[in-house]
């Protein structure tokens, strides 16, 4: 069974561009989390999502970032016009239910870099 | 409070132990964690701890817990520099989602 997928490991944008980043759950998880971390801080919660719904989108800034978990395929972060701030690492995790004890899984992270 | 909070860091040498603590916001939090992060890595659940209990050990590592104060600790015994890392609580907040300390940087030294 494999883990938590994300990608692209790295990306590099330019100034204005868009950024996607993609996250596979594990296998039977319905419930996805994206996080961000800036360099040299914690985890901010950024977005939960289900399948085809957004939960709680409480920690998304409100222009340019957007999310959505479709019923088939991944979950996608989307990030356009990136600017230099947004330059971090996006972590995904995933749960079959609501979160408790272990079972929430974390990805390897996405590591965007805009130039 | 709204933020997880935890010193920004700590220094021990080698064999000693270190605690690591963190205070957390939500009296209701039903689990509370402790992950480790190296340098350009992903987040490793070291272990977690149900809100109903007090204390848990796992080998090296001493979880406490002190829901009257919001207290988290994480001890590690016989410090290794392979323990070097950054170490983030986090509880369960609402039901829905983790909410995240501002992590704490363990350096061990020889």
């Known amino acids: 069974n494999a883990g938590v997928m994300q990608n692209p490991r790295h990306l590099v944008r330019r100034r204005g561009q868009e950024a996607r980043l993609r996250c596979s759950p594990m296998k039977g998880h319905s419930h996805v989390y994206w996080y961000r971390q800036l360099p040299e801080e914690g985890l901010k919660f950024m977005v939960y999502?289900?399948?085809?719904?957004?939960?709680?989108e409480s920690g998304m800034p409100k222009e340019r970032f957007s999310a959505e978990f479709p019923k088939e395929g991944p979950s996608i972060l989307r990030i356009q016009q990136v600017v230099r701030g947004d330059s971090a690492a996006y972590f995904c995790?995933?749960?079959?239910?609501?979160?408790?004890?272990?079972?929430?899984?974390f990805g390897e992270g996405s590591w965007l870099t805009v130039v | 409070g709204e933020d997880v909070e935890q010193s920004l860091f700590l220094s021990v040498r080698e064999g000693d132990s270190s605690v690591i603590n963190c205070t957390y916001t939500d009296s209701s939090s039903t689990y509370l964690y402790w992950y480790k992060q190296e340098p350009g890595a992903g987040l490793q659940l070291l272990t977690y701890i149900f809100s109903n209990m007090d204390m848990k050990q796992d080998q090296r590592l001493t979880v406490l817990l002190n829901k009257k104060d919001k207290h988290l600790s994480l001890r590690i015994a016989d410090t290794q520099t392979g323990d070097s890392a950054i170490y983030f609580c986090a509880e369960i907040k609402k039901v829905d989602k983790l909410i995240f300390g501002t992590g704490t940087r363990l350096q061990v030294f020889p």
């Open positions: 999502l289900q399948k085809e719904n957004i939960i709680d």
């Open positions: 995790a995933s749960s079959p239910r609501i979160p408790d004890g272990n079972t929430i899984y």
